[in-house]
Structures are given as structure tokens and as C-alpha cells.
């Protein structure tokens, strides 16, 4: 397992929709755990203990270093603080 990367976010309108407990809305944070070429997304009130899995977005890698990168797209992807 590498490091997680983490980063914050703010959800645009309608949130974000997670496995665990549904939509969360607000200031949030995305973190990418790489484990033997596969990655978990999850997501979490900013500052908040507890992390949830981010809905149909884990992927599998063909490369490792590409970690930094797709972590980035999902961020790209989630980061609409204006809609």
C-alpha cells in the first residue's frame, strides 16, 4: 500500500453520493488509497473522522504511478463549488 492522498473539495449542488450513508454536500475531502494496483475513494466531511466510500468510482491500475494523476481527475471531477 502507498501513501493516501487526500485533498479538499467543496460538492457542487446535489452533493456527492456515497456507499455508506447517501449524499453529503458541503466541504469535503477525497482521499485515494492505492493497494496492489487497485484504488478506494473515499470521502469525508472536511476535518471529520470518519470516511466514507465514494459510490462506483474505485478503479484498478495498470500502472501504480498513475495513482497521482486519476486522484487529480477525481478531484477535477468533484470540485464544483459553483455547480
Known sequence: MTEPLT????AG?????T?????ITG???LR??????AVAVE???????EWYRLSA?????ADQKDHEAVHHA???????PEG
Open 27 to 29: 466541504d469535503l475531502e
Open 7 to 10: 485533498s479538499p473539495f467543496k
Open 13 to 17: 449542488p446535489g452533493g456527492v453520493m
Open 57 to 61: 468510482a474505485d478503479c484498478q491500475l
Open 19 to 23: 456507499d455508506d450513508v447517501g449524499v
Open 43 to 49: 470521502v469525508r466531511y472536511e476535518g471529520a473522522d
Open 74 to 80: 477525481l478531484l477535477g471531477v468533484l470540485h464544483r
Open 32 to 37: 485515494t488509497t492505492l493497494t496492489d494496483g
